[in-house]
């Protein structure tokens, strides 16, 4: 596992652009998991919180000069976690969770500002993986809005069809339903496929 | 029972707007409560920016963000060798009353529902 990463930090370290990795998708399809676990992976820490509660990342979270030296070169990889996108905040979804009214409510104000943070992002990221949740109906607005934009905007980005631990889990749904774009299926929570993840953003982004 | 209002906008009627006339006219409307059908689709970035407005515009108790759906069409290249989808209608409504859509090529079916009907996450 070891030489995997480092074979995939050697091909990084050969780009001399510096590589900003939006997580982009809609709430809780598994960004932060994700997030996480690159980070786990490469750095030894993960970097962000998580929850079954929609909208848990509400500002957008750069883990910035993630500095990887090998053979006197530098590179400086950011990972830009978002908050997820949607075209509605309903303060009441929060409510099944166990939150009250009040915390319910600064949430959902919370969140709509999050969703305008992560758009405007997409003017600075250099590549982007789309995480959808496996096991739901990806024809959705908001993924088709972000694919929009990826491709009007010439971003490399790579369709994470994650949750694939979940029972329900249809990934097959995803591929065909965006067979033009690189899908991969994994599972962000158990670490399931995730080298075949890295695999493809290295081809994708290099 | 209470009515629900039908805007039908035809390609021609939109060119003539700016992206931040057509955002404006859309989210003021279907703040409103009104359901908007357009011939054709938005670009992307302007689906960027009524995402973006959309949420300056939420308000907890009355306004909860908007739905919208696109019936794409295939179309054929000139030498009719290869096949694409364009948007033919979208649909653009409140998210509180347009509970549930199936849509599948060529086909979309949606059901607006009133009252206090909550929105889904997505």
Excluded: C
Aim: a negative charge; hydrophobic letters at 40%; proline letters at 3%.
């Amino acid at each position: 596992m070891r030489n995997f990463f480092r074979k995939f930090f050697n091909k990084l370290l050969r780009r001399d652009k510096k590589l900003k990795i939006g997580l982009y998708g809609h709430p809780n399809s598994g960004k932060t998991t994700l997030a996480n676990t690159m980070a786990n992976d490469w750095l030894g820490k993960p970097i962000g919180l998580v929850s079954n509660v929609p909208h848990e990342t509400r500002s957008v979270y750069r883990q910035e000069r993630v500095s990887i030296q090998q053979d006197g070169v530098e590179l400086d990889f950011d990972i830009i976690d978002t908050p997820g996108i949607a075209t509605k905040v309903d303060y009441k979804n929060f409510l099944e969770y166990g939150l009250s009214e009040e915390e319910a409510k600064g949430r959902a104000k919370e969140a709509t500002k999050g969703i305008i943070e992560a758009i405007k992002w997409l003017d600075d990221v250099t590549g982007v993986l789309l995480v959808m949740d496996s096991s739901i109906d990806p024809l959705t607005q908001a993924n088709i809005t972000i694919i929009g934009n990826l491709e009007a905007r010439n971003i490399p980005f790579v369709i994470v069809a994650n949750k694939i631990d979940m029972e329900e889990a249809n990934p097959d749904r995803i591929i065909s339903v965006f067979p033009q774009h690189t899908v991969v299926p994994i599972s962000a929570l158990r670490g399931e496929n995730t080298g075949e993840l890295y695999m493809s953003m290295v081809r994708k982004f290099k | 029972m209470e009515g629900l209002k039908l805007d039908f906008l035809s390609s021609t009627a939109l060119e003539s707007l700016t992206s931040m006339e057509k955002i404006s006219m859309i989210v003021d409307r279907v703040k409103n409560g009104e359901l908007m059908v357009i011939e054709g689709g938005l670009s992307p970035e302007e689906e960027a920016e009524l995402i973006e407005t959309t949420m300056r515009e939420i308000d907890v108790e009355e306004f909860v963000g908007i739905d919208i759906f696109t019936l794409e069409k295939d179309q054929r290249s000139f030498f009719g060798l290869s096949k694409k989808k364009t948007v033919g209608l979208t649909v653009i409504g409140p998210a509180n009353i347009m509970r549930a859509v199936k849509k599948k090529s060529n086909f979309l079916s949606m059901i607006a529902e009133f009252g206090d009907s909550g929105a889904s996450v997505h």
